[in-house]
């Protein structure tokens, strides 16, 4: 595959997994009773991550934070747009939401609009304490006025740049990219 020209490493493999530790850190000092948290990841990418801050906060308060995760496809404000047939992924929350403090977790933060989707998606299931909200990308460009709580790292972007995460666990390399002018 050819390499594009415009294309910029913005996090290698180490440098995410030094982001998901100082975030679970800041998620633990944010919230000193993690007998409260749970971790929500956003489909796709957002599930990988939960599932990587689950164990580091496990490593580090030997908390085990109930874990779900989020198919956010039918509640969308742009379903009519993105074709006939969308791939929809699994909707999980197996425990009880109410008096908990939620942590939404997604790869990139852009216009706002699937958090928006994922705030529809959770309070159909209850009404947690909180919901705070991390990204692991923060590129700018809200539509929405979402900010992220915790963010791994803020990157300037063009409009039409597009930041590209790829996991392991999804892509089988760990890296974020910047394509595009």
């Not at 100082?22 to 007998?35: C, G, Y």
């Not at 490593?59 to 989020?70: M, Q, T, V």
Request: overall charge positive.
């Amino acid at each position: 595959m050819k390499k594009d020209k415009q294309e910029k490493i913005i996090l290698t493999s180490q440098d995410i997994e030094r982001s998901l530790k100082r975030l679970s850190h800041q998620i633990l000092e944010k919230n000193p009773d993690p007998a409260k948290l749970a971790l929500v990841g956003i489909q796709t990418r957002g599930v990988p991550l939960a599932k990587r801050i689950k164990k580091i906060i496990k490593d580090i308060s030997r908390a085990d934070l109930p874990l779900g995760e989020l198919d956010i496809t039918f509640y969308r404000d742009d379903l009519t747009v993105i074709g006939p047939k969308p791939i929809v992924k699994k909707t999980i929350i197996g425990f009880d939401i109410y008096q908990k403090v939620i942590i939404l977790i997604d790869d990139v933060l852009f216009t706002g609009r699937t958090v928006r989707a994922a705030l529809d998606q959770i309070m159909d299931f209850g009404r947690p304490e909180k919901i705070r909200f991390l990204t692991l990308i923060d590129r700018g460009h809200r539509e929405l006025p979402f900010r992220a709580d915790f963010a791994g790292k803020n990157i300037p972007t063009a409009r039409g740049q597009i930041v590209e995460v790829k996991l392991k666990e999804i892509d089988s390399e760990d890296k974020v990219v910047l394509r595009g002018k």
